[in-house]
Nanobody, 124 residues
Framework: QVQLVESGGGSVQAGGSLRLSCAASVRIFNSYGVGWFRQAPGKEREFVAA????????SYVDSVKGRFTISRDHAKNTVDLQMNSLKPEDTAVYYC?????????????????WGQGTQVTVSS
């Protein structure tokens, strides 16, 4: 069983930055692909970014390309999401999720393990 815990959420003004971190309970996390998803009030869950288990392949939704960067640290057993140039429309609860990597997967249904989420609020 892989347990995931997100941290790093908070409130920031538009144009600011936040760094989210996803920590896992087990070392096998390093062999899993990890995705970040978000869900805003009244909206469906949305794929944000994903990284392969090796960290050599990543994928982003178009709306965050050039602003967000996903990375992983195998020594720390974590996957981070650096978010720059934040916009009010980035406001959401952000979740990390893990899966056995089969290439970039953007469907949340492909991820069996999920964290509890962390709130990101961007004010204009």
């Amino acid at each position: 069983q892989v347990q995931l815990v997100e941290s790093g959420g908070g409130s920031v003004q538009a144009g600011g930055s936040l760094r989210l971190s996803c920590a896992a309970s087990v070392r096998i996390f390093n062999s899993y692909g990890v995705g970040w998803f978000r869900q805003a009030p009244g909206k469906e869950r949305e794929f944000v970014a994903a990284v392969s288990w090796r960290g050599d392949s990543s994928s982003y939704v178009d709306s965050v390309k050039g602003r967000f960067t996903i990375s992983r640290d195998h020594a720390k057993n974590t996957v981070d999401l650096q978010m720059n140039s934040l916009k009010p429309e980035d406001t959401a609860v952000y979740y990390c999720a893990a899966t056995q990597w089969k290439g970039p997967m953007r469907d949340g249904g492909d991820y069996p393990y999920w964290g509890q989420g962390t709130q990101v609020t961007v004010s204009s």
